[in-house]
């Protein structure tokens, strides 16, 4: 990032008053909602039927995995087929899932086996889904409009981030799992109406290539941007993972509250991550100095959340680390994209979707395993190590590092 990557991007007003991208916004948000709606609902059904914080990341694992294990045939389709039609399938795939999951629940058959199984059918439809979508964000609007169309929709997607838990909270509070999951079926057939009505640009460097993925990675690997900016994203993400797994054991064992206050924290952190966003929007220069800034920043705020002994403290800290999370995250996304040709950005931005979503398996089962054995606290003083660290490293080491 010491190279500069610059440009003037028009007000965040006029990109959202574009005819395509201003419904596809619209559309991805209520989308994002009701997928929140699912994952606070599944996680705290696990978490009642069980008592235990390690299913729960067993859960979370299921819905992340798929990203690791079908990148190679995920990014090479969103370069070879329409993303647009490609995004219907996957979210058509997405609503049988939670339409499923609404008629077990519905039968009072649901069981811990079934949410899991279900988990990774919407991972797998979850990992076409991303590289199709952050590909078809850049021929929505114009070149020029493109760092201010991401943090839009990055602000749109965290501002569904800091809703969708509550309302999904208070939904399973009050009409319980079974509303949950229909709500979230009729989100994504919301999204798939939005798809049939816009009409993408046509890019003229939409055509098939040979490139493998493994071509894709030795690509990345001997561009050290674009390397840095994909580790930027791992780190951020592999911190920020956690509170989506813990999040019902320390509201109950740490605040003792119920355990679906576990959303409002969810919540707040998506209301950093959106204040996060909104800053890092009016950057037109990243640089090493800024995004490790907000990777330490991140650190900070898990840190203060994995020592509070109380809600206020704890909240106050989910939103830092929200804050630093979408800041790191925004500013490499944005410089990816731009540095990235078209015809290479599906299979590029599959491995961003490794990058961003792909360690949550990992993360997801580690930090439940920590909390089931050392407790809740552990699992998030230990997780918020590598974006403090990684913070540091960039920050130390920025002469000899070129991002």
């Not at 407790?375 to 920050?395: D, H, N, R």
Request: charged share 10%; proline share 4%.
């Amino acid at each position: 990032m010491d190279d500069e990557i610059t440009c003037r991007p028009p007000s965040l007003l006029g990109v959202l008053k574009n005819r395509t991208f201003g419904p596809y916004v619209l559309g991805a948000s209520i989308s994002n909602i009701g997928t929140w709606f699912q994952n606070i609902a599944q996680s705290v059904l696990v978490y009642r039927l069980t008592g235990s914080t390690f299913l729960v990341g067993v859960v979370n694992f299921s819905m992340f995995i798929g990203l690791l294990v079908l990148a190679p045939w995920a990014g090479p389709m969103a370069d070879r087929h329409d993303r647009r039609r490609l995004l219907l399938v996957t979210q058509f795939a997405a609503f049988s899932v939670s339409l499923a999951l609404w008629v077990v629940v519905v039968a009072g058959a649901e069981n811990a086996n079934f949410v899991i199984c279900a988990a990774l059918l919407m991972g797998a439809a979850t990992a076409f889904s991303v590289p199709a979508l952050q590909s078809l964000l850049p021929v929505l609007v114009p070149v020029s409009h493109l760092s201010r169309a991401l943090s839009l929709n990055a602000v749109s997607f965290n501002l569904a981030r800091a809703i969708g838990p509550v309302l999904g909270a208070a939904v399973v509070v009050t009409l319980g799992f079974a509303w949950a999951f229909l709500l979230n079926a009729v989100s994504f057939l919301v999204f798939v109406i939005v798809l049939l009505v816009i009409r993408p640009q046509k890019s003229a460097d939409n055509v098939v290539e040979s490139r493998k993925l493994r071509d894709t990675v030795l690509m990345v690997r001997q561009d050290s941007r674009l390397l840095g900016f994909l580790v930027v994203v791992a780190l951020a993400s592999v911190t920020a993972d956690p509170i989506n797994t813990i999040g019902p054991e320390f509201a109950t064992r740490i605040y003792g509250f119920e355990d679906t206050f576990s959303g409002w924290m969810i919540g707040v952190f998506g209301i950093g991550a959106v204040a996060g966003a909104l800053v890092v929007s009016n950057v037109e220069i990243p640089s090493v100095s800024l995004v490790s800034s907000m990777l330490i920043v991140e650190g900070v705020g898990m840190l203060i959340f994995g020592f509070s002994e109380g809600p206020v403290l704890g909240l106050a800290g989910l939103g830092i680390a929200g804050f630093g999370w979408l800041g790191a995250v925004m500013l490499a996304t944005t410089a990816t994209h731009v540095l990235v040709a078209d015809q290479h950005r599906g299979r590029v931005m599959a491995l961003w979707g490794i990058a961003f979503m792909g360690v949550r398996p990992i993360s997801s089962l580690t930090s439940g395993l920590l909390a089931s054995t050392g407790g809740p606290q552990l699992a998030a003083l230990l997780f918020a190590l590598p974006a403090v660290l990684g913070g540091v490293y960039l920050a130390v080491s920025r002469s000899k590092v070129s991002l």
